[in-house]
């Protein structure tokens, strides 16, 4: 089912989000780890579905029907999306903006530990 909201106040977006089942995207999948949408999609457990379908490798080791689909992949097997859902979360926990600026400050003041 799709669900048309129109435009909604950023304080509503997160719960359409928590709710639904898929998000669709269309970036380069060689930079998908940069992308804010894609970002969004896996910090809220959506199974990214792309609208290209000549997928190759990025370089954020995202791999396709494991942190993303493709249209034809989600046509042969929509039940998939869980667990799409669930490695691109556990992949964005790693990743998200906090962690990262982590890692920079502890190569910054010369500590390796928390890389």
Not at 17 to 44: C, D, E, Q, V, W
Not at 51 to 79: K, P
Not at 81 to 104: C, F, N, P
Request: charged share 20%; hydrophobic share 40%; glycine share 10%.
């Amino acid at each position: 089912r799709v669900e048309w909201h129109g435009p909604l106040p950023a304080s509503e977006v997160g719960e359409v989000m928590r709710n639904a089942r898929f998000g669709f995207f269309t970036y380069p999948i060689p930079f998908l780890g940069k992308s804010g949408i894609f970002a969004a999609y896996a910090s809220h457990g959506l199974a990214p579905v792309t609208t290209d379908e000549n997928v190759g490798t990025n370089e954020d080791q995202l791999h396709v029907n494991s942190h993303f689909l493709t249209c034809g992949a989600l046509a042969g097997d929509a039940d998939k999306a869980s667990d799409v859902g669930e490695k691109v979360h556990a992949w964005y926990a790693e990743h998200r903006l906090a962690v990262q600026a982590q890692k920079y400050m502890s190569m910054l003041l010369g500590n390796d530990s928390l890389s």
